[in-house]
């Protein structure tokens, strides 16, 4: 599964394995005492930024201390982190509030950049207010597109390895001995081959180029997830268009949609319990395909 910039996982931050710790105002004092030299703007800034965020979590990478990401446990990406130091290129190595979110374009930097994605400062108010305007969940837009390009190559393959079956079911037509004599019966008797093998692998053949008929048509695709807020099961929806070319796909500019459990629609949940059951990765022809961590992709 593709992954957006440099977004951290929700599931991985909250998984035991991996190498964050919750920071709340409760043991805020611990952390900034023994990772942040007691710096108090940094203090200041972060019970701040948790007053002004009640609803959401906080956590500290264990492996660059100087970053506590912040999300919501039921968004798919943590919204961005917030940091103390220098995260300048060729920096002199004074700290800075530094703030991290895939919403920010800081064009002193180039594109490729993790610095094009940070706005920093030395004063915790507009540390907090840079903060507060760009820290935000990503969009289903944006998590469609981002996954768009790996969901087309697999349908391109799929539709690659039904080309080559129509190649060698023609073959087996075109070049068969008795093409001749049938084609001459065909039209003489009334459609009625006198080779059973001959009739079985044109039969083959119809059906083959039907069922890439079929599938060459331009397809459709609902970016689907899903995921629990307050108890409530949820599913955001995301159209996308021309799933079937890598060169002119596109994630329709139009507003997601959100249902309930109740309210998702009877195609799209059908194609939800089929996909359930395939491995990950699997793209099934006409269903769609089952990313990670609770992402699917299905057939318009």
């Given at each position: 599964m593709a992954k957006l910039i440099e977004s951290v996982?929700?599931?991985?931050?909250?998984?035991p394995i991996w190498a964050y710790e919750s920071l709340t105002p409760n043991n805020l004092g611990w952390y900034v005492a023994n990772y942040t030299n007691g710096d108090k703007s940094w203090v200041g800034f972060l019970k701040e930024l948790m007053r002004k965020l009640p609803t959401c979590k906080f956590a500290v990478d264990i492996r660059?201390?100087?970053?506590?990401?912040?999300?919501?446990?039921?968004?798919?990406y943590a919204m961005g982190w917030v940091g103390f130091g220098d995260f300048r290129l060729n920096g002199d190595g004074t700290p800075m509030i530094t703030i991290f979110s895939h919403n920010i374009s800081n064009e002193k930097y180039d594109s490729y950049r993790e610095q094009h994605r940070m706005l920093m400062s030395t004063n915790p108010k507009r540390a907090l207010s840079n903060a507060l305007g760009y820290l935000r969940p990503y969009t289903p837009f944006q998590i469609a597109n981002g996954f768009a390009r790996d969901v087309v190559l697999k349908v391109d393959e799929t539709q690659s390895q039904n080309r080559r079956?129509?190649?060698?079911?023609?073959?087996?037509?075109?070049?068969h001995q008795q093409l001749a004599t049938e084609l001459r019966v065909l039209v003489e008797n009334g459609y009625q081959f006198v080779d059973k093998e001959f009739g079985d692998l044109v039969a083959s053949f119809v059906a083959e180029v039907k069922e890439h008929d079929i599938n060459t048509q331009s397809i459709a695709m609902y970016y689907v997830r899903g995921y629990t807020l307050n108890g409530q099961e949820y599913f955001d929806t995301q159209l996308c268009?021309?799933?079937?070319?890598?060169?002119?796909?596109?994630?329709a500019n139009q507003s997601p949609q959100r249902y309930t459990s109740e309210e998702l629609p009877q195609d799209i949940a059908g194609k939800l319990a089929v996909l359930m059951m395939c491995e990950e990765d699997e793209y099934v022809d006409g269903v769609g395909v089952r990313l990670p961590n609770g992402v699917f992709y299905v057939n318009k």
């Amino acid at each position: 599964m593709a992954k957006l910039i440099e977004s951290v996982l929700v599931s991985d931050i909250e998984d035991p394995i991996w190498a964050y710790e919750s920071l709340t105002p409760n043991n805020l004092g611990w952390y900034v005492a023994n990772y942040t030299n007691g710096d108090k703007s940094w203090v200041g800034f972060l019970k701040e930024l948790m007053r002004k965020l009640p609803t959401c979590k906080f956590a500290v990478d264990i492996r660059r201390k100087s970053k506590v990401h912040v999300y919501l446990p039921s968004n798919l990406y943590a919204m961005g982190w917030v940091g103390f130091g220098d995260f300048r290129l060729n920096g002199d190595g004074t700290p800075m509030i530094t703030i991290f979110s895939h919403n920010i374009s800081n064009e002193k930097y180039d594109s490729y950049r993790e610095q094009h994605r940070m706005l920093m400062s030395t004063n915790p108010k507009r540390a907090l207010s840079n903060a507060l305007g760009y820290l935000r969940p990503y969009t289903p837009f944006q998590i469609a597109n981002g996954f768009a390009r790996d969901v087309v190559l697999k349908v391109d393959e799929t539709q690659s390895q039904n080309r080559r079956k129509v190649y060698k079911a023609k073959n087996s037509v075109v070049e068969h001995q008795q093409l001749a004599t049938e084609l001459r019966v065909l039209v003489e008797n009334g459609y009625q081959f006198v080779d059973k093998e001959f009739g079985d692998l044109v039969a083959s053949f119809v059906a083959e180029v039907k069922e890439h008929d079929i599938n060459t048509q331009s397809i459709a695709m609902y970016y689907v997830r899903g995921y629990t807020l307050n108890g409530q099961e949820y599913f955001d929806t995301q159209l996308c268009d021309d799933m079937h070319s890598r060169y002119s796909f596109r994630v329709a500019n139009q507003s997601p949609q959100r249902y309930t459990s109740e309210e998702l629609p009877q195609d799209i949940a059908g194609k939800l319990a089929v996909l359930m059951m395939c491995e990950e990765d699997e793209y099934v022809d006409g269903v769609g395909v089952r990313l990670p961590n609770g992402v699917f992709y299905v057939n318009k």
